[in-house]
């Protein structure tokens, strides 16, 4: 199948987990590229996730350097038309997202404006560039809780919680804008991802963490939920593989391995040698929480050659050791004021 070529990229929140980790992959993956990252650096937006390619820039002639970061609001309509008419982009890969179900339950308010009215802004933007292709990073959650079987691309949504109640309304939202107004777009729908530089407010860094630091694990009800795990490598390997698909248009779901959370913390407690029963503490699930997310990735598999390089036990090792090693990166944040009065508000199960 023919490639697409770009050579002007705008990543949009590419100093969060799975942008930065997509920041890193593109860099290194195609050197042609000249990368713009936007982020506001709200909590889960860490700086540091990128000093690497910074260092690389750094030793380079300010000509033949092709990584930019700068600080905005994906709402910022007059930023987003200044960065446009700045550097031409041919491509828009749009991660930009408010992401943690338990804080959108709290307060929906950030997921509204910056899902919903952020995505507007920006394919508007990239529409009024003209032929520049929008990529669109989506979630599994907007099919809802999967009883049984798997959702395809073509499942009608069910979001059962604020974060993906949001998140269906701009991945909607993208697709009207390819039916209206012909805009070249792809939607990615990844599973739960885990890897290097996750926020550790979800469940593997919180649980990696606190087993390290010795401290008890929350675990929302039974444990028995069961999710889609999916190293984020992997999926940065699928978005950039329908980044460059030669279809102007495409929605696909890219999932991971199937386990509940209680096997997942299990795992994670045997590699740190640590007895989860000893370190577990259940607390009251989140009010709409789903029980089980599982999603179809046949569809880029066999349309696009994707697969996965990650066994899930073999990723888990991976991310132990790299939380291990870099302690230095996440126990700053676990002193945070806000991270603390959030961890507290949710490890103690209140959820109004």
């Known amino acids: 199948m023919p490639q697409r070529k770009y050579q002007t990229v705008l990543i949009t929140g590419g100093s969060g987990f799975i942008g930065s980790n997509f920041v890193r992959y593109a860099y290194h993956a195609h050197p042609d590229w000249r990368i713009v990252n936007l982020d506001l650096l709200t909590y889960a937006g860490n700086p540091e996730n990128l000093r690497d390619i910074e260092a690389f820039e750094d030793d380079k002639p300010a000509a033949q350097r092709r990584y930019t970061f700068v600080r905005g ?30 804080r959108a339950i709290f307060s929906d308010v950030d997921f509204v404006r910056t899902n919903i009215e952020g995505t507007r802004a920006l394919i508007e933007a990239t529409r009024k560039n003209g032929g520049t292709r929008f990529v669109y990073i989506s979630t599994d959650e907007v099919y809802g809780s999967i009883p049984d079987g798997y959702a395809t691309e073509d499942t009608p949504f069910r979001p059962s919680n604020p974060y993906a109640a949001s998140k269906a309304g701009a991945d909607l939202l993208v697709q009207s804008y390819m039916k209206t107004h012909s805009l070249p777009a792809v939607i990615v729908r990844g599973s739960n991802n885990y890897g290097p530089y996750q926020y550790p407010e979800k469940l593997i860094p919180i649980a990696i963490t606190n087993l390290i630091e010795d401290k008890k694990i929350p675990v929302h009800g039974t444990g028995e939920q069961s999710r889609s795990w999916l190293h984020v490598d992997d999926f940065c390997r699928a978005v950039d593989i329908a980044v460059h698909a030669a279809l102007d248009y495409g929605i696909y779901n890219v999932a991971g391995e199937e386990r509940t959370n209680l096997e997942v913390l299990e795992l994670l407690a045997r590699h740190l040698g640590k007895n989860l029963r000893d370190h577990r503490e259940h607390i009251n699930d989140r009010p709409g929480g789903d029980f089980r997310y599982a999603s179809d990735a046949s569809r880029i598999e066999q349309e696009l050659g994707w697969s996965r390089r990650y066994a899930f036990e073999e990723g888990i090792q991976q991310v132990v050791r790299w939380y291990t090693d870099n302690q230095p990166w996440w126990q700053p944040i676990r002193l945070k004021k806000g991270f603390v009065e959030h961890y507290e508000r949710q490890s103690n199960g209140q959820w109004c």
């Open 73 to 102: 609001d994906v709402c910022g309509v007059a930023l987003l038309y200044e960065l446009f008419g700045q550097h031409h982009f041919d491509l828009v890969v749009h991660f930009a997202a408010e992401s943690h179900v338990d």
